[in-house]
T-cell receptor
Framework: DADVTQTPRNRITKTGKRIMLECSQT?????MYWYRQDPGLGLRLIYY???????NKGEISDGYSVSRQAQAKFSLSLESAIPNQTALYFC?????????????FGEGSRLTVL | EDQVTQSPEALRLQEGESSSLNCSYT??????LFWYRQDPGKGPEFLFT???AGEEKEKERLKATLTKKESFLHITAPKPEDSATYLC?????????????FGKGTHLIIQP
């Protein structure tokens, strides 16, 4: 089984719908991140969390919210999806104790907003 | 603001034809420079971390080097299975958001 698991892997939805992407990890890492990837733009940070009480905005947080339900779970929500949120979303973790900055990524969630 | 620029955007090589990918960066203070490999539809997979100028790391046909302004990923005698997008990222010690700042990647195709 993957260390960082994302669900769903693929989702097609309509403008205005609420969408939640979920991430769970078995690596025991404290830090969790949500990135989105768009062709020609690379990976951009949406939100990150150091623990269940610590949530921080990244570069492109507008239109998104997150919830850290437990050390191992970090979900990303789109309250009212719009077409320009169509992208590949990645959850990632890193080890606070090691503090190397290395990120471990999930397999991605492809979201299409019509 | 951190900046990471990768070149070329795309590179097509024949099997066995060695080449290098470039990553130039601007940061307040470099805590680490990372190289990742990404296959289509997959999450990025860690390759190397470099921490200081002059450092080099190798893995099979790949060798990463670091200067104060850029990093190179050298690919020696590549094989078709080396085809992927290679991502460069920096970890900045200068404050701001945590996490890594990524370049847009170099899409590498190795033809048999």
């Amino acid at each position: 089984d993957a260390d960082v698991t994302q669900t769903p892997r693929n989702r097609i939805t309509k403008t205005g719908k609420r969408i939640m992407l979920e991430c769970s990890q078995t690596k025991g890492h404290d830090r969790m991140y949500w990135y989105r990837q768009d062709p020609g733009l690379g990976l951009r940070l949406i939100y990150y969390s150091f623990d269940v009480k610590d949530i921080n905005k990244g570069e492109i947080s507008d239109g998104y919210s997150v919830s850290r339900q437990a050390q191992a779970k970090f979900s990303l929500s789109l309250e009212s999806a719009i077409p320009n949120q169509t992208a590949l979303y990645f959850c990632a973790t890193s080890d606070l104790d090691a503090n190397t900055g290395e990120l471990f990524f999930g397999e991605g969630s492809r979201l299409t907003v019509l | 603001e951190d900046q990471v620029t990768q070149s070329p955007e795309a590179l097509r090589l024949q099997e066995g034809e060695s080449s290098s990918l470039n990553c130039s960066y601007t940061v307040s203070g470099l805590r680490g420079l990372f190289w990742y490999r990404q296959d289509p539809g997959k999450g990025p997979e860690f390759l190397f971390t470099l921490y200081s100028a002059g450092e080099e790391k190798e893995k099979e046909r790949l060798k990463a080097t670091l200067t104060k302004k850029e990093s190179f990923l050298h690919i020696t005698a590549p094989k078709p299975e080396d085809s992927a997008t290679y991502l460069c990222a920096v970890h900045d010690s200068g404050g701001g958001a945590d996490g890594l700042t990524f370049g847009k990647g170099t899409h590498l195709i190795i033809q048999p």
